[in-house]
């Protein structure tokens, strides 16, 4: 008798978009680790393209108080891209510290909060 076929973990996939959306990493933090420990529980952050940016296509520069403390993950600024680019005036979210679970399984630092921002995707 064949065994009944094991569904694959579908858990993230349920979460309602507005939980992922308010989970948005920022990355390349290590180069602002001084930064990053002055930052409070919350804050708002100020985003900003950079269409020079050599190692990605689609940079988004997050930006606390005028400082750079990272930028938005690559897999993610592609679809905001546009949209940051063109707004005037500049697009600002909240953000949050991350948990020390955050920190300890991946690394991340910083939290930002996209639910109420416009997306673009991109093929």
Do not use: M, W
Not at 12 to 31: D, E, F, K, M, T
């Amino acid at each position: 008798e064949p065994r009944p076929r094991k569904e694959p973990n579908t858990v993230a996939y349920n979460h309602p978009v507005g939980l992922i959306l308010a989970r948005i990493p920022v990355v390349g933090g290590v180069a602002y680790r001084e930064r990053l420990g002055q930052l409070p529980a919350t804050f708002e952050v100020t985003l900003r393209v950079e269409p020079d940016n050599r190692y990605f296509q689609h940079a988004i520069a997050v930006l606390v108080n005028g400082e750079k403390i990272g930028y938005v993950a690559p897999e993610i600024g592609v679809n905001y891209y546009d949209t940051v680019a063109a707004a005037a005036p500049p697009v600002t979210c909240a953000g949050r510290r991350g948990s020390q679970a955050d920190h300890g399984t991946s690394g991340i630092e910083v939290l930002l909060d996209f639910s109420s921002l416009p997306v673009q995707t991109h093929s």
